[in-house]
């Protein structure tokens, strides 16, 4: 028989609990240029070995700068609302036992758990494109998950900065509310979307709102950088649900549940369905050379395309291999092509395979493509996407393709694929 000891030290051991995963928005399953150690495309909460959440504890009421930074330097949390150049109230923060505390950001300073930089909508290729001024805040958000069942997790606007410090300056928009506690906004806002009915088939989009610094939640401002805050809504919280958008004016990141992750495809059925439409042998109905979807891996990096490639008339959604005519225009070779099966006018483009599965709201087959892009996923994941608006610029919302960001047609969201099998 085993002593106990020696019964714990053979047993397996036990997988670390996992909160759930945030996945940038515009990415086909990683960055151009390949994931690297906290920039990525997608981010897993783990429960951390030792808890290092925090919580409000002793609020001071000072009235010079010199009080103001001896109180921020004493290395502990704290939160500095400057309400005029004489008068700053700074909430401490303790050690909170019970949770777990992951800090989102521009910045690559020792806080930040997830670098997170500005998504170029339908960047195509391996590079990466540089932006010259981002929007994103250096210390943007901050995830808090509670370390115990359920183990909700929570949003809040800003992070913590290398000193542990949140500074909302004279010129951010803040507030005491009417229980005394002070509260504020970050410069261009952290936005929470959360849709009906989940992350699935039957979802429907929800409404955009802001979420403050302490986790309240209110109404979208007039202007993303607006000083007025907007109405707070009760009925609300800042929970994360599954299928969450968070959006940190420059990237969009979805909040998947590890239950919801469970129900998700695989990357090994994303690759069987590839196969099983290769298998199909399915033809361009001109050439009738035998048509097939380019690996995950090439799929993933937009690599030069294939001589087997699909492309599609993206009016009808009938699919044949690559031609170089039918244009409408000799001037522009980029403009709208006549299909040759059914005379619709309208884009030409190839077609790729969605890889990255926490986008997907069910396992169905790849049957219809993003307009104007070309991405594939399944029918309920593109009429899904096809009907969420994303922030875009500081006050205007759009739908877009969730593998690449690129805006979707207004006219219509996706399209059908119409695939013609062998002839013999």
């Not at 170029?120 to 391996?126: A, F, K, L, T, W």
């Not at 993206?314 to 070779?333: D, K, M, T």
Request: charged residues 20%; hydrophobic residues 30%.
């Amino acid at each position: 028989m085993f002593s106990p000891n020696q019964e714990e030290h053979c047993a397996p051991t036990k997988e670390p609990v996992k909160y759930g995963e945030l996945v940038v928005l515009g990415y086909n399953g990683s960055l151009p240029n390949g994931d690297r150690g906290r920039r990525k495309s997608r981010f897993a909460l783990y429960r951390r070995a030792k808890a290092n959440g925090v919580k409000p504890s002793t609020v001071h009421i000072l009235n010079s700068p010199q009080a103001s930074k001896a109180v921020s330097c004493r290395g502990q949390h704290s939160i500095s609302y400057t309400l005029s150049r004489n008068q700053t109230v700074v909430v401490e923060y303790c050690h909170d036992k019970d949770t777990d505390m992951f800090q989102i950001g521009r910045s690559t300073e020792s806080p930040i758990d997830f670098v997170v930089t500005d998504t170029v909508s339908g960047s195509q290729g391996g590079e990466e494109t540089p932006i010259t001024q981002s929007t994103i805040s250096r210390f943007a958000c901050r995830v808090v998950c509670e370390r115990n069942p359920p183990f909700t997790a929570r949003i809040y606007a800003a992070g913590f900065d290398s000193s542990k410090n949140i500074f909302l300056g004279e010129k951010a928009a803040k507030w005491k509310n009417p229980d005394g506690h002070m509260d504020g906004l970050t410069t261009n806002g952290v936005l929470v979307m959360h849709p009906r009915g989940g992350f699935t088939e039957e979802s429907k989009p929800g409404v955009w709102r802001e979420i403050s610094v302490c986790g309240d939640v209110y109404t979208l401002r007039e202007t993303r950088s607006a000083q007025t805050r907007g109405k707070l809504v009760d009925s609300e919280s800042n929970v994360l649900q599954d299928g969450s958008l968070v959006d940190l004016c420059g990237a969009t990141l979805l909040w998947r549940t590890a239950d919801g992750l469970f129900h998700t495809p695989t990357q090994k059925h994303l690759e069987a369905l590839r196969q099983e439409i290769n298998a199909a042998r399915p033809q361009c109905p001109v050439g009738l050379n035998t048509l097939a979807f380019p690996s995950m891996q090439r799929s993933r990096a937009l690599s030069s395309l294939e001589d087997k490639q699909p492309w599609v008339y993206l009016a009808c959604g009938h699919v044949h291999g690559y031609h170089n005519w039918g244009h409408r225009s000799e001037q522009e070779p980029n403009a709208q092509r006549e299909c040759p099966m059914c005379r619709a006018v309208g884009p030409y483009v190839p077609l790729w395979l969605g890889c990255e599965p926490a986008f997907y709201v069910d396992t169905g087959a790849p049957t219809h493509a993003f307009v104007p892009c070309g991405h594939v996923c399944s029918e309920k994941s593109a009429k899904y996407w096809a009907e969420i608006p994303l922030p875009h610029g500081t006050h205007a919302f759009h739908a877009a393709c969730p593998f690449c960001a690129s805006p979707l047609s207004l006219t219509q969201g996706c399209a059908k694929l119409i695939f013609q099998g062998p002839i013999d």
